[in-house]
């Protein structure tokens, strides 16, 4: 070998051992998608495997494939069978995981459906589900051995329903995309539902930092048709027939508009290339949801639309824990004190030092005090607990309406979840 040759030979060593893996080392672009069900009861969380899918479209990240931002009550591990090295790895929460903590859990054992989503893979697959016990301890519940060939893999079309792009600005390996599925529009409601995601597609780029990054964000609308015009157990009705099955009155939380469907809304959302998944509810009353990593819910007519819709998408699209506290609330055994929570906005002070310690002035009082209200702190109350969780300032959109915008932390969560889903390294 020529000397030019081997120090080429070698700077390409160096190269793929410093970058890592390529995509199209391990995956096509389609996605894989796992559909199981999460069952059991306060105590007892078990995975077990409904079925795999092919999917047509992969819009998901093409970078940091085999690193995560260790977000998630949950996350699942690809590694390959062969090396045994991890080639995937992504963080996500539950629905299930939220129901555990309601006095339902302690008498009842359920199960949710849910469903995971990655590349598809070339070569044969190890993927393993784990729950999270603290901010770096895991807890296997599941592997399976996941062959590319197998015949059982579903890779039936998605269902056909209208597609409208409402903004598109990057490919989708270098952008957000975002897929707005139609909840609750009777089929001559298309053109209400196409302005609703207008207006959805507007309150989210409007607001920091989606709107520094707006040139790669990508949103799609997915005209899915209901038999029935609104929203189930809306203020205003009883049960409808619509396309996703949603509901207020999840966990007989009036406010809480979620759905249990996973499987249907991973079926409308498939129609396109997508990171994030958002459900617009064709109803007035207020409410909504957002699940990292999953979906956020929202109802496209309430006169705080702009508020919620940004709001739920901080809990499904960067993990923000909501910043507010209720003396009683149907979740208030979400956190332990006794350890650090995950999302990167709340702190039980246990391992302050992994969340925003070392951006606060010198001498800001821990706990800061309530009339430092303009100054990054530590104020009690986040998490939907009265003491001892904190957030970073007095007010955030992940705290009440009335706050303009998301508080610094907040932003730079978002931000940083922007960087690593659109950048390639
Ligand atoms: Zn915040």
Redo the contacts with the bound molecule.
């Keep these: 070998m020529s000397k030019p040759s081997f120090v080429l030979c070698l700077f390409l060593i160096y190269c793929s051992t410093f970058f890592g893996q390529q995509y199209s080392d391990f995956f096509i672009n389609k996605s894989c998608r796992i559909d199981f069900h999460f069952c059991g009861n306060a105590r007892q969380t078990s995975v077990f495997l409904d079925k795999v899918k092919q999917e047509p479209f992969w819009g998901g990240r093409q970078g940091h494939l085999s690193t995560d931002l260790n977000l998630g009550d949950f996350r699942f591990r690809v590694l390959d069978s062969l090396s045994n090295k991890q080639i995937y790895i992504d963080g996500f929460s539950a629905l299930f995981h939220e129901w555990q903590s309601t006095p339902e859990a302690q008498i009842t054992s359920k199960s949710f459906e849910q469903t995971l989503l990655f590349p598809f893979p070339k070569k044969t697959v190890t993927l393993i589900i784990e729950k999270r016990l603290d901010l770096d301890q895991w807890n296997e519940l599941f592997r399976y051995s996941l062959s590319p060939t197998d015949k059982l893999i579903q890779k039936s079309a998605p269902k056909a329903v209208p597609v409208k792009i409402i903004t598109q600005t990057a490919s989708p390996e270098k952008a957000i995309d975002i897929a707005v599925i139609a909840e609750g529009y009777s089929a001559n409601e298309q053109e209400k539902f196409y302005k609703d995601a207008q207006k959805l597609s507007e309150n989210l780029l409007t607001h920091e930092p989606f709107t520094k990054y707006k040139s790669r964000i990508n949103i799609y609308a997915i005209a899915a048709p209901s038999e029935q015009s609104g929203i189930s157990l809306s203020k205003d009705s009883g049960w409808k027939n619509t396309a996703v099955n949603s509901h207020f009155y999840t966990f007989y939380s009036a406010r809480y508009l979620t759905t249990t469907n996973t499987f249907a809304v991973r079926d409308l959302a498939a129609l396109v290339p997508y990171d994030a998944i958002y459900v617009l509810a064709n109803t007035s009353t207020y409410g909504g949801g957002g699940i990292f990593n999953f979906y956020a819910l929202t109802a496209a007519d309430n006169k705080l639309a702009t508020q919620v819709t940004v709001h739920e998408f901080g809990h499904s699209f960067a993990g923000?824990a909501d910043?507010y506290a209720y003396d009683t609330d149907v979740l208030d055994q979400t956190y332990d004190i006794k350890k650090e929570p995950w999302e990167p906005?709340i702190t039980s002070l246990v391992q302050f030092d992994r969340k925003w310690k070392n951006q606060l002035t010198a001498g800001t009082a821990i706990p800061t005090i309530v009339k430092d209200s303009t100054k990054l702190g530590v104020y009690e109350g986040a998490g939907y607990l009265v003491k001892k969780m904190y957030?970073?300032?007095l007010d955030?959109?992940?705290?009440t309406n009335k706050a303009p915008e998301?508080?610094p932390?907040?932003k730079q969560a978002v931000e940083k979840m922007i960087l690593f889903l659109t950048e390639e390294k």
């Design positions: 923000l910043e906005n957030r970073p300032m955030c959109r992940m705290r998301f508080c932390i907040c």
